[in-house]
C-alpha cells in the first residue's frame, strides 16, 4: 500500500470507528514482518492521537502523546512530550511493526523523513544496543533507551473462529483511553486495530493485525515506562 492512500469511508463497531482503506495490504503474513524503534515517522493511513495521563509512584501526574498509526505495512505508535511541554514534540519512543524492506522502508517514509530529524530516542548513547537496530518480531524484548523502558510481547494466533477473535479484538480497543482501527478490502476480517491505555506510571498498548489470507492474528503487547524528562 502507498504511503499516499488514504481511507475512503468509515464503518462502526461498538464504539470504534473504523477507517475503510481503498487499497490492499503490503504485508500478508506474519512472517514477513519487521519490528524496530529506530524507523522515522511513516505518513499513517488511519491515525488517533491523544494526551494521556501516567501516574508516578510517588502519586504525581504527566501527560504524554501517543499518536496511533495504522500503515499499509501494519502499524506505527509514536509517543511525545505534549503540546504544553517546554520540550514539546519530543519523541520519546516510536514502535514500528511492518513489512521494512529497504525499498518500502525509504519510499513510505519520504514525505515525513524531516519531521523529526535528531529525535530518535534510539540513537541516544543511553539506549542498549538492541534498541538500535530493526529485526524480526519478538516474542519478547525490552529494551532500555534514554527515554525510558519499553517491554514488547508478540503472539501469533491461528484461531478457529477468526471472525469472533477480530470482534473481541474491537470490543477490548474501543474500551481503550485511545483507539484507531482500519480495515482493508477483499475481506471484513482484513483489519488492523490499537489501543492504548495508561497503566499506573506506564502508558500500555495492544495492536491485533488481523490477515484472513493466511488464517492468521499478529498480537503484540507493549508497556512504555517512561523516564525523567525535562
Excluded: N
Amino acid at each position: 500500500m502507498s504511503a499516499g492512500a488514504t481511507a475512503a469511508a468509515t464503518t462502526t463497531a461498538a464504539a470504534l470507528t473504523i477507517a475503510d482503506i481503498d487499497a490492499p495490504f503490503h504485508d500478508a503474513r506474519s512472517d514477513q514482518l519487521t519490528y524496530s524503534l529506530v524507523e522515522p515517522r511513516i505518513t499513517p493511513l488511519a491515525t488517533a492521537s491523544a494526551d494521556v495521563q501516567v501516574t508516578a509512584p510517588d502519586g504525581t501526574t504527566r501527560s504524554l502523546r501517543v499518536e496511533l498509526g495504522v500503515l499499509g505495512t501494519s502499524h506505527q505508535v509514536t509517543v511525545t512530550l505534549p503540546e504544553d511541554h517546554r520540550a514539546r514534540g519530543r519523541v520519546l519512543v516510536r514502535e514500528t511493526l511492518a513489512c521494512l524492506s529497504a525499498d518500502a522502508r525509504g519510499a513510505a517514509a519520504e514525505s515525513d523523513s524531516d519531521a523529526d530529524a535528531g529525535s530518535d530516542p534510539g540513537a541516544d548513547s543511553g539506549a542498549d544496543a538492541g534498541a538500535g537496530t530493526a529485526g524480526p518480531v519478538p516474542p519478547h524484548r525490552r529494551s532500555k533507551l534514554a527515554t525510558g523502558t519499553i517491554d514488547v510481547a508478540h503472539t501469533v494466533h491461528e484461531p478457529a473462529d477468526l471472525s469472533g477473535d477480530v470482534a473481541a479484538a474491537l470490543a477490548s480497543a474501543s474500551a481503550m483511553e485511545v483507539s484507531c482501527a482500519a480495515g482493508f478490502p477483499g475481506d471484513p476480517d482484513a483489519l488492523t486495530i490499537l489501543g492504548c491505555d495508561a497503566d499506573d506510571e506506564a502508558l500500555v498498548w495492544r495492536t491485533w493485525h488481523s490477515y484472513p489470507q493466511a488464517g492468521e492474528i499478529v498480537e503484540t503487547r507493549t508497556r512504555f515506562v517512561p523516564g525523567a524528562t525535562r
